[in-house]
């Protein structure tokens, strides 16, 4: 007899699931999740989940930018079916504001720009790592045993003290090919210009925005909106949510962080659970200031505000601002992001005095000059760290396999992945669902096999 397969969370990962047929629930009213855009226009008001028709109002994304790197040509093909993409070159920098120095990113492939006293003790001290034993525990172990103390204490320390939240010097290393450590590279730089390095060198965005591509996505999912779960009865096999409704199944595929969902289903793991900072993204459209970089974004290692990185949104792609002033380059559309302790969310009157106070910098800077639209948003699970030694992650997924729960995606499988690997983890599951779904039904008493050689009529039978 068929199973009864649901999908938690309307995200690109949700939404690559749906696509297999699979009903989806969503929380919100619109697909996507924090991978989505919307619009506001020029005097503020509502946010808007479409553009206006005349085209005026600037277009900002709900977790800051979301620029699609990597995957799996095949999900390319599927994205170009339903929206136009464009590609983009990378172009980013550290920006040091007391020194009024940017530095081209990777720092480490650039020492030439930080002048030829750090330059060459850098470089000393990363050729010096390089052939020294190493004991990596922490990420601070990692940062120090590859770049030195030099680059260190200039940069890394500090950008992620504030990146992860103050956690750096507890939580295991991660992602070392976001800053990959090739010395032929850094020698190269110390003399010259380095080639592009990093996983994000190249990347592509829909023509429209991202909440296009979601909305198209979602068009061929059953994707029921305005479902919030609020428990996952682990036992009975049955989610409830905010409605008052609920939904049972055999099988559950969750995209939900993978710490919401553990104590939705109210199980326990032998083990502390890893951090997950949030984000407060602050979206900012103004009249773009003289001394504004033309970087898509940018690494800051100590701000007055306390944010860390700041996009530009119409830096990438100038259909972000408002349809008047695209040609005339008089307006930036940017975002900022400052990383909290998990719990920590600040209140309303804390973030009308931080989002002045990040204005007042960039004014500060002449990034920006007069403000048109300031809207902030709260990313509550942004990041997914891991304590050192921690085995959190893998006793968390098995205690919710061992309910026929299964983790899918990004902040559900606790792992950093882009948009388009997320996609082709939902559609992989998804279809494997699906395929575990029909694979076999009862006839005569006899458990015949029925995948992917159904013919039409046969599976209006058994869906």
Same mark, same amino acid.
């Given at each position: 007899?068929?199973?009864?397969?649901?999908?938690?969370?309307?995200?690109?990962?949700?939404?690559?699931?749906g696509?297999?047929?699979?009903?989806?629930?969503?929380?919100?009213?619109?697909p996507?999740?924090?991978?989505?855009?919307? #619009?506001?226009?020029?005097?503020?008001?509502?946010?808007?989940?479409?553009?206006?028709?005349d085209?005026?109002?600037?277009?900002?994304e709900?977790?800051?930018?979301h620029?699609?790197?990597?995957?799996?040509?095949? =999900?390319? %093909?599927l994205?170009?079916?339903?929206a136009?993409?464009?590609?983009?070159s990378?172009?980013?920098?550290?920006?040091?504001?007391?020194?009024g120095?940017?530095v081209? +990113?990777?720092?480490q492939?650039?020492l030439?720009?930080?002048?030829p006293?750090i330059?060459? %003790?850098?470089l000393?001290?990363i050729?010096?790592a390089?052939?020294?034993m190493?004991?990596?525990?922490? $990420?601070?172990?990692?940062?120090?045993?590859?770049?030195?103390?030099?680059?260190?204490?200039?940069?890394?320390?500090?950008f992620h003290?504030l990146?992860t939240a103050?956690? *750096?010097?507890?939580?295991?290393?991660?992602d070392?090919y976001?800053?990959?450590v090739?010395l032929?590279?850094v020698i190269?730089?110390?003399?010259?210009?380095?080639?592009a /390095?990093?996983y994000?060198?190249?990347?592509? +965005?829909?023509?429209?925005?991202l909440?296009v591509?979601?909305?198209?996505?979602?068009?061929?999912?059953?994707?029921? +909106?305005?479902? %919030?779960a609020?428990k996952i009865?682990?036992a009975?096999?049955?989610v409830?949510?905010?409605?008052?409704?609920?939904v049972r *199944?055999?099988?559950?595929?969750?995209?939900?962080?993978?710490?919401?969902?553990?104590?939705?289903a109210?199980?326990?793991v032998?083990?502390?659970?890893?951090?997950?900072?949030?984000v407060?993204?602050?979206n900012?459209?103004?009249?773009?200031?003289?001394a504004?970089?033309?970087?898509?974004?940018?690494?800051i290692?100590?701000?007055?505000?306390g944010?860390? %990185?700041?996009?530009? *949104?119409?830096?990438v792609?100038?259909?972000f601002?408002p349809?008047s /002033?695209r040609?005339?380059?008089?307006?930036?559309?940017?975002? /900022?992001?400052?990383? #909290?302790p998990?719990?920590k969310?600040?209140?309303r009157?804390?973030?009308?005095?931080?989002?002045q106070?990040?204005?007042?910098?960039?004014q500060?800077? &002449?990034?920006?000059?007069?403000?048109? =639209?300031v809207?902030?948003t709260w990313? &509550?699970?942004? *990041?997914?760290w891991?304590?050192?030694?921690s085995?959190?992650?893998?006793?968390?997924?098995?205690?919710?396999?061992?309910?026929?729960?299964y983790? /899918?995606?990004r902040y559900?499988?606790?792992?950093?992945?882009?948009?388009?690997?997320?996609?082709?983890?939902?559609?992989m599951?998804?279809?494997? $669902?699906?395929?575990c779904?029909?694979?076999?039904?009862?006839?005569?008493?006899?458990l015949?096999?029925?995948?992917?050689?159904?013919?039409?009529?046969?599976r209006e039978k058994?869906?």
């Open positions: 007899m068929k199973s009864n397969v649901i999908v938690l969370g309307g995200g690109m990962t949700g939404l690559g699931a696509l297999s047929g699979l009903p989806v629930f969503e929380a919100t009213e619109n996507g999740g924090i991978c989505s855009s919307y #619009y506001v226009a020029p005097d503020g008001g509502e946010r808007c989940s479409s553009a206006p028709e085209g005026e109002c600037y277009r900002f709900i977790g800051g930018g620029w699609i790197f990597g995957g799996d040509p095949v =999900v390319h %093909r994205m170009r079916s339903v136009k993409l464009r590609t983009y990378r172009k980013s920098s550290v920006w040091f504001p007391q020194k120095v940017f081209p +990113y990777p720092i492939n650039h030439r720009c930080l002048g006293e330059s060459s %003790r850098s000393r001290e050729l010096e390089a052939s020294g190493k004991n990596i525990r922490t $990420m601070k172990d990692w940062l120090q045993s590859s770049f030195g103390e030099t680059l260190c204490n200039l940069f890394f320390f500090p003290d990146y103050g956690l *750096y010097e507890r939580i295991a290393p991660q070392a976001k800053s990959p090739n032929d590279h190269q730089g110390t003399l010259r210009s380095s080639p /390095v990093g994000n060198t190249t990347f592509i +965005y829909p023509e429209e925005g909440n591509l979601a909305q198209r996505l979602a068009e061929a999912c059953n994707i029921h +909106y305005g479902k %919030r609020i009865d682990a009975e096999k049955e409830s949510f905010s409605d008052g409704t609920t *199944y055999d099988a559950l595929l969750t995209t939900l962080p993978l710490n919401r969902t553990i104590e939705l109210g199980l326990k032998d083990a502390i659970p890893d951090p997950s900072p949030s407060l993204v602050l900012v459209g103004a009249v773009k200031g003289p504004c970089p033309e970087d898509h974004w940018v690494y290692p100590a701000t007055k505000a944010f860390h %990185r700041v996009g530009f *949104y119409s830096n792609d100038a259909s601002l349809k /002033v040609s005339s380059q008089g307006r930036i559309s940017i975002y /900022v992001e400052r990383a #909290y998990e719990g969310r600040p209140g009157a804390e973030v009308d005095e931080y989002s106070n990040v204005i007042k910098e960039l500060e800077w &002449d990034w920006i000059r007069e403000v048109d =639209v809207d902030p990313i &509550d699970v942004a *990041y997914t891991s304590w050192a030694g085995q959190w992650r893998q006793k968390a997924l098995a205690a919710l396999e061992a309910h026929d729960i983790a /899918v995606g559900a499988r606790w792992v950093f992945q882009g948009i388009a690997d997320s996609i082709r983890d939902g559609l599951t998804g279809a494997a $669902m699906r395929a779904q029909g694979a076999a039904y009862e006839s005569n008493s006899t015949v096999a029925c995948g992917a050689l159904r013919t039409g009529a046969e058994t869906d």
